[in-house]
């Protein structure tokens, strides 16, 4: 796990040393072990190392090959055995015992074909010397981060945004049309493009091959989510069976490491399941006790450490709990708005920031999360209405009851839910209403929410929106941020792409069943996961004490607000802070406070705003960003 970057001058003009180095040193806690640069003349790579497999100096990034390639990756290749020994038959020899070299290998026997045969997360820049093309790919669901800019002078690239701003030069400008879809109708990083004009992400599961020479980009799609016919052949007890299988070699895969192993632990039923499963492959190779960490809240209704605490008793697991403060909070905001480097809907992001903290300050180098069990299994209780759509009227008129059973939503919460999700024009009603002090611009049209109220119709194509657009995506940029802020590699289980194709491909009765949401699972960890853990009703995960914490900051949040140029613009009237509902006086600030350390300048209402956004491209200009406060780096080597 590290961090990447790269410069193309388009002019034909030397890379200079120093700009590289510039933006490489942006992303130091990405990378605390080493660092290193390959300067091509017209271009130049960067990289941080987080060393995780093979600590030698044989793992040193950029890596060469056969003098021909150099890669500069940042990820896991997690089945890299399987595959250096599909290559070793081959006749391929390897030097060092990395990842990164099984890619470079994989890449010349297969080319760019080689990442469909990967199971891992990725963001990898390949030079290819006799091709005169940077290669460039992103994991299937996107796990790893790799934005960057094209503009008439240059192409940059790096893991994290600060780096493509500071490449580029120039002030920061905003995106009014995300700023926009992340206040009103309360989505970000749906699309590939950012909160900053003329800076977007590669796509999870796509490719870019870069010419040097006639300096052309040329983006491709190499995977799509679909079922597997066999998998949606299967009877129920073959489908859990297989999904436990998956599961568990999933698991097995993640906890390859030269480094410690430990995992978050809320004490639901997704870190649960990964924190029982784990402890227990993890003991079987290791005289070592897990490690586990859980935050709580401090808040006795949202309070779930006893859970936690039954599990790791349950699993043998060394459990660390942390309280964060409201003092710590407030110190806290300006470094996790830096880290995070978008605006972010709650304050439970800070939650999740301080765990890895605390997996740091306990020698934890890599840690398992539970992202992408919701996703997959139909987790979310709003994805009853989407489950009710694919019966007959009857049967889901009886489901409404047995889920109220097993729900914590009442019959008229679930029938709410589902005329809320299920009709477009209901919300986007609420929704100008709620607004009606934004200016009307901007209320104009709703496309994301028509999009995603015609997928609750189809419960399989719903699920193909959350993982790949409306819910997933904003949940791993913040665990990726919170983690590599700390030079920690999290790393999702569930988010294995064989078991993500298992999931969604089973039928949907059985990941909800009998008014269970995640029903497979549930059976699946049977005799592993304490029972009362996994027939829980209430989910809530690291759920911060947000009352306690806004009230605290409340008075400099209202001035922040107060102060926003971006704000002020998209308002017709002063605001009435009595009148706002707690979410959205959040991400009001979320916005203000991004604008404010990022130093963003306001633009105009753009026109895409009024219709469906096309992708953002062009020349824009950029001011580098200053962090919070000064990161140690070291000198590095160039090649």
Known sequence: MCGISGIVNKNASAVSPGAIKGINDLIAHRGPDDEGFFLGGHFALGHRRLSILDLSPDGHQPMHYQDRYVITFNGEIYNYLEIREELLQDGYRFVSKT??????????????????????????????REK????????????KPFYYADTPQKFIFGSEIKQVLAGRGGPAVANMGAVR????????????????????????????????ANHSAELSRYYTLAAPPEVEALDEPSAIAR?????????????????????????????????????????????????????????DEIDESAYAREVAKAGGIDLFVIEPSADEFIR??????????????????????????KAKEIGCKVMLDGQGGDETLLGYERYYAAYLHSL???????ELFVMRNHSKLSLSELLGNFMYFSISRLRIWRLRRKFAYIKPEYLLQFPNIRKLSKGYRDIRAMQKLEIESFQLPHLLRYEDRNSMRHSIEARLPFLDYKLVEAAFGMNNHFKIKDGWTKHVLRVAMEGLVPKNILWRKVKL????????????????????????????????????????????????????????VYSVHASRIPDEVR???????????????????????????FD
């Open 243 to 299: 999904f436990r299988a998956e599961l568990k070699r999933s698991i097995g895969y993640r906890l390859r490491s030269d480094v410690k192993v430990g995992t978050c632990l809320s004490g639901g039923l997704d870190s649960s399941s990964i924190a029982s499963l784990s402890a227990a492959l993890y003991h079987e190779a290791s005289p070592d006790r897990f490690q586990a960490i859980h935050a709580n809240s401090g808040i």
């Open 392 to 398: 007959p009227w009857r049967d889901a008129i009886g």
């Open 99 to 128: 990842d990164t070299e099984v890619i470079l290998c994989a890449y010349d026997k297969w080319g760019p074909a080689c990442v469909e045969r990967f199971n891992g997360m990725w963001g990898f820049c390949l030079y290819d």
């Open 541 to 596: 995960g690291f759920e911060a004490p947000a009352d306690a914490w806004i009230k605290a900051a409340s008075a400099s949040m209202r001035a922040t607000i107060g102060g926003s140029a971006i704000v002020a613009g998209m308002c017709k009237e002063a605001l009435n802070f009595d009148k706002i509902d707690k979410v959205t006086f959040w991400k009001l600030y979320s916005i203000a406070k991004w604008e404010a």
């Open 132 to 143: 005169q093309v940077l290669f460039c790919s992103r994991d299937r669901f996107g796990v």
């Open 181 to 212: 879809d992340f206040l009103i109708e309360g989505y970000s990083d749906h699309t590939h493009e950012t909160f900053f004009e003329g800076v977007v992400a590669l796509p999870a599961g796509h490719n870019l091959v870069y010419s040097l």
């Open 611 to 637: 219709a469906a956004r096309p992708a953002q491209s062009g020349a824009f200009a950029h001011r580098t960003p200053t962090a919070p406060s000064a990161v140690q780096v070291r000198s590095g080597r």
């Open 332 to 357: 806290a905001i300006d470094e996790v708005v830096y880290c995070q480097e978008e605006p972010f809907a709650a304050p439970s992001i800070f939650m999740q920031y301080f765990v890895f903290k």
